[in-house]
């Protein structure tokens, strides 16, 4: 793919590696690559970069009612519409299940918004044809397929923050009725948002102190009490420093996002880490919906 910046020079990024079986585009290992140097490259050059989470609409019944093999072309269909409609202006990549994420260098918030608007349009006036039955005498019938999408744009959002605003905002398109776009506002609720202490443990030896701002990353596990968590990374931007905790991710109740916020007390006990974290209320509340998503 390449991306053309206000130089005319272009920016080229491509996935040498295996697409995603189903979809056709790149996966999910392939937008943890791109998108950190589209994020070096946009901030050198000072120039946005947009980030746009899409999910279809009652994706489950889809699979329920017309068969896994109908879910399979629903998810094709979305795929080749979105990479249509943005051509060379960016790359969608397979986030997870029903999930895709399109990044847009050098689109503002509004451009990506407009580009966002085109995409739900394109995809609901382009219904697919299903089958009313699994027997040889089935008709045909409309399926009409809907997505939601949220949008973010860096430096309005922090980089390490773009992908949670975006799904932020779609999960607040969700929440609106679906089938519709909603752009991140970064100054929504802030006043009325409160600090929730969360008890977190770090399954492995840390440096990290009280008073550090750091920022949680990948498998998070509910412990119990919903204020309690297991992380397996933690990132601390101030020092530019990253740990990463031995062994797999949780196998159940864990959810891949970024939560930024302050370390308070912190405990040593054997290999693990333990430590209070403040976090904003309603960044707490996206976390909890990531875990409800993914446990459904």
């Given at each position: 793919?390449?991306?053309?910046?206000?130089?005319?020079?272009?920016?080229?990024?491509?996935?040498?590696?295996e697409l995603d079986a189903v979809t056709g585009i790149p996966p999910r290992k392939a937008l943890d690559i791109s998108l950190p140097?589209?994020?070096?490259?946009?901030?050198?050059?000072?120039?946005?970069?947009?980030?746009?989470?899409?999910?279809?609409?009652?994706?489950?019944?889809?699979?329920?009612?017309?068969?896994?093999?109908?879910?399979?072309?629903?998810?094709?269909?979305?795929?080749?519409?979105?990479?249509?409609?943005?051509?060379?202006?960016?790359?969608?990549?397979?986030?997870?299940?029903?999930?895709?994420?399109?990044?847009?260098?050098?689109?503002?918030?509004?451009?990506?918004?407009?580009?966002?608007?085109?995409?739900?349009?394109?995809?609901?006036?382009?219904?697919?044809?299903?089958?009313?039955?699994?027997?040889?005498?089935?008709?045909?019938?409309?399926?009409?397929?809907?997505?939601?999408?949220?949008?973010?744009?860096?430096?309005?959002?922090?980089?390490?923050?773009?992908?949670?605003?975006?799904?932020?905002?779609?999960?607040?398109?969700?929440?609106?009725?679906?089938?519709?776009?909603?752009?991140?506002?970064?100054?929504?609720?802030?006043?009325?948002?409160?600090?929730?202490?969360?008890?977190?443990?770090?399954?492995?030896?840390?440096?990290?102190?009280?008073?550090?701002?750091?920022?949680?990353?990948?498998?998070?596990?509910?412990?119990?009490?919903?204020?309690?968590?297991?992380?397996?990374?933690?990132?601390?931007?101030?020092?530019?420093?990253?740990?990463?905790?031995?062994?797999?991710?949780?196998?159940?109740?864990?959810?891949?996002?970024?939560?930024?916020?302050?370390?308070?007390?912190?405990?040593?006990?054997?290999?693990?880490?333990?430590?209070?974290?403040?976090?904003?209320?309603?960044?707490?509340?996206?976390?909890?919906?990531?875990?409800?998503?993914?446990?459904?």
């Amino acid at each position: 793919m390449s991306f053309m910046g206000n130089s005319e020079s272009q920016l080229k990024f491509p996935w040498t590696g295996e697409l995603d079986a189903v979809t056709g585009i790149p996966p999910r290992k392939a937008l943890d690559i791109s998108l950190p140097l589209l994020l070096r490259i946009m901030g050198e050059e000072d120039l946005p970069l947009s980030a746009i989470m899409i999910d279809i609409d009652h994706f489950k019944i889809f699979n329920d009612k017309w068969g896994h093999d109908t879910g399979d072309r629903v998810l094709r269909h979305v795929a080749c519409i979105i990479r249509k409609t943005v051509m060379y202006r960016g790359e969608a990549y397979r986030y997870g299940g029903e999930e895709i994420t399109l990044l847009l260098p050098n689109a503002s918030l509004d451009e990506a918004s407009i580009t966002a608007e085109r995409i739900r349009r394109n995809i609901y006036d382009s219904p697919l044809e299903g089958q009313s039955g699994n027997d040889d005498e089935s008709s045909p019938v409309s399926l009409l397929v809907t997505i939601s999408l949220g949008v973010s744009t860096f430096p309005a959002v922090a980089g390490s923050e773009l992908l949670v605003a975006a799904d932020q905002a779609l999960f607040e398109a969700k929440k609106e009725g679906r089938n519709r776009v909603i752009a991140y506002n970064a100054g929504k609720k802030k006043d009325e948002s409160s600090p929730v202490v969360l008890d977190v443990r770090f399954p492995a030896a840390s440096s990290i102190s009280e008073g550090s701002y750091i920022i949680l990353t990948r498998w998070f596990r509910h412990r119990g009490e919903l204020t309690e968590i297991e992380a397996r990374e933690i990132s601390d931007p101030g020092r530019s420093r990253r740990e990463i905790a031995d062994g797999l991710a949780p196998e159940e109740g864990y959810v891949t996002a970024e939560i930024r916020g302050r370390v308070m007390a912190v405990e040593r006990r054997g290999d693990s880490t333990f430590f209070s974290f403040e976090v904003e209320a309603d960044v707490l509340d996206l976390m909890f919906h990531h875990l409800k998503e993914r446990n459904s």
